[in-house]
């Protein structure tokens, strides 16, 4: 199983900016998808994730109504992000807690993409 992350860079603030996340390889079905991101010197923190059929959806309250996360299909998750502000520059990582094929349900990670918000 892979995860493909796609879309970060350099962007102004108050600008937008758009991540995808594609899960590929043998799965079975996946539970929810999601964005963390870390800036330097913090911890890795959530930013926003969604269940499978985005019946639910979680975000960090630090990007509440100007994130938003979207599935295209169960193994496809975007994240629009609107109003961006320098606070906001970090490496965004996409995470996937799927079903492969074979073995038990588990959490997987894609490569990081950074975004930075420029003042």
């Known amino acids: 199983v892979q995860l493909q992350a796609s879309g970060g860079g350099l962007v102004q603030a108050w600008g937008s900016l758009r991540l995808s996340c594609a899960a590929s390889g043998n799965i079975l079905n996946t539970h929810r998808m999601g964005w963390y991101r870390q800036a330097p010197g913090k911890e890795r923190e959530l930013v926003a994730a969604?269940?499978?059929?985005?019946?639910?959806t979680d975000y960090a309250a630090s990007v509440e109504g100007r994130f938003t996360i979207f599935r295209d299909n169960n193994t496809t998750v975007h994240m629009e992000m609107n109003s961006l502000k320098p606070e906001d520059t970090a490496v965004y990582y996409c995470?996937?807690?799927?079903?492969?094929?074979?073995?038990?349900?588990?959490?997987?990670w894609g490569q990081g993409t950074l975004v930075t918000v420029s003042s």
């Open positions: 969604s269940t499978s059929g985005g019946h639910r």
């Open positions: 995470k996937a807690y799927l079903k492969p094929t074979m073995g038990p349900p588990e959490d997987f």
